[in-house]
T-cell receptor
Framework: GENVEQHPSTLSVQEGDSAVIKCTYS??????FPWYKQELGKRPQLIID???NVGEKKDQRIAVTLNKTAKHFSLHITETQPEDSAVYFC????????????WGAGTKLIIKP | GAVVSQHPSWVICKSGTSVKIECRSL??????MFWYRQFPKQSLMLMAT?????????EQGVEKDKFLINHASLTLSTLTVTSAHPEDSSFYIC??????????????FGDGTRLSIL
């Protein structure tokens, strides 16, 4: 069935280092892949997204890569800062329409000072 | 841009009460709105998808008579939890999208509603 697997569930990195979160999707028809950041008790916020016609997208310290053949996509955060600490969710668009997303389980990112 | 307002942010009520939650897109027309439920330390669980002027589509296992959804305009969707019981206590969060042009558009989330049923 439709599924998005996200790893790791928890990631702890030293401030200034890079963090990488990986997701794998099952639906080959998925063509839209957003990443959301959710701080404790707050709304998920879109931080970056990528469509299937693009292999990589970058926005300052954040980048996303997509490998359609392998059906996986990754979030890269460079020069991590304390404010990057949050839960990050990946998602993939659902084939059967109405613009729904299939969500990963989330990664808790901890930035150690 | 792309601001979504959700009210109320917090509700405590007695078992058997019905609770209505509003989700509004403030600066764009939301052709599609989504209602999620989120348990502590877990991912977003899609409950239903609504399009303006049509009946909502519910996910498997979600009782449509329990969770009434109305999407009367391009800027407002409501979720009513009918005859709420303690097991309905949760964090409910809506999102809105300007999708409808044939391609996925980002979902923009409200602040969520924390519902506690005593």
């Amino acid at each position: 069935g439709e599924n998005v697997e996200q790893h790791p569930s928890t990631l702890s990195v030293q401030e200034g280092d890079s963090a990488v979160i990986k997701c794998t999707y099952s639906d080959s028809a998925s063509n839209y892949f957003p990443w959301y950041k959710q701080e404790l008790g707050k709304r998920p916020q879109l931080i970056i997204d990528i469509r299937s016609n693009v292999g990589e997208k970058k926005d300052q310290r954040i980048a996303v890569t997509l490998n359609k053949t392998a059906k996986h996509f990754s979030l890269h955060i460079t020069e991590t800062q304390p404010e990057d600490s949050a839960v990050y969710f990946c998602a993939a668009s659902r084939q059967r329409g109405n613009y729904q997303l299939i969500w990963g389980a989330g990664t808790k990112l901890i930035i150690k000072p | 841009g792309a601001v979504v307002s959700q009210h109320p942010s917090w509700v405590i009520c007695k078992s058997g009460t019905s609770v209505k939650i509003e989700c509004r897109s403030l600066d764009f027309q939301a052709t599609t709105m989504f209602w999620y439920r989120q348990f502590p330390k877990q991912s977003l669980m899609l409950m239903a998808t609504s399009n303006e002027g049509s009946k909502a589509t519910y996910e498997q296992g979600v009782e449509k008579d329990k969770f009434l959804i109305n999407h009367a305009s391009l800027t407002l969707s409501t979720l009513t939890v009918t005859s709420a019981h303690p097991e309905d206590s949760s964090f409910y969060i809506c999102s809105a999208s300007a999708g409808g042009t044939g391609i996925n558009q980002p979902q923009h989330f409200g602040d969520g509603t924390r519902l506690s049923i005593l």
